[in-house]
């Protein structure tokens, strides 16, 4: 009867992770970030806009780094990167991510690896002001390799974001 009941529920996550590719509900509140250029699963003019609500629907992800923009270590929260390329069928060689204030870095698909980078949307368990580098903001795990530590990845990076493009 167990073995039922785990072969039943994975199952009905298998069925709503592929509804959720196939339809991306529009956003209800407050679009926070903006994804187009090659992307399959689109909701809005063809991008796929999220709002907080949206983004929390993806599969969560945190990890606990020090940055060097802030002081000590903080347990940042949101999307890997590497599942919101996946999700949203997203194809190319360059993410462009784009800040509200119009910076923008370029991320190579390589660095949506999983264990990567995440869209950051809380900061020791709070939702970022823009104040505070958000509402969304892309770190990788820095303390998880000396790899991510280097002025590359520090200059990708980029906070206050509200846009990715892919090409």
């Known amino acids: 009867m167990r073995n039922i009941n785990i072969a039943a529920s994975l199952f009905a996550v298998a069925f709503t992770a592929a509804a959720w590719a196939e339809e991306l509900a529009a956003p209800t509140g407050e679009v926070l970030l903006t994804v187009s250029g090659n992307v399959e699963h689109t909701n809005v003019d063809a991008t796929a806009q999220f709002d907080m609500e949206l983004l929390e629907q993806l599969p969560v992800t945190q990890f606990e780094t020090a940055t060097i923009w802030t002081e000590g270590t903080h347990v940042f929260e949101g999307v890997e990167l590497a599942a919101l390329v996946e999700q949203l069928g ?78």
């Open 90 to 167: 997203l194809e190319g060689e360059t993410l462009f991510a784009s800040a509200i204030n119009d910076y923008t870095v370029e991320i190579p698909f390589s660095d949506a690896a999983e264990g990567g980078p995440i869209v950051a949307y809380r900061l020791d368990g709070k939702e970022m002001s823009v104040r505070e580098k958000g509402p969304l903001w892309i770190i990788y795990p820095y303390d998880k390799s000396s790899d991510y530590q280097t002025e590359v990845i520090y200059s990708r990076s980029i906070w206050q974001l509200d846009r990715i493009e892919s090409r």
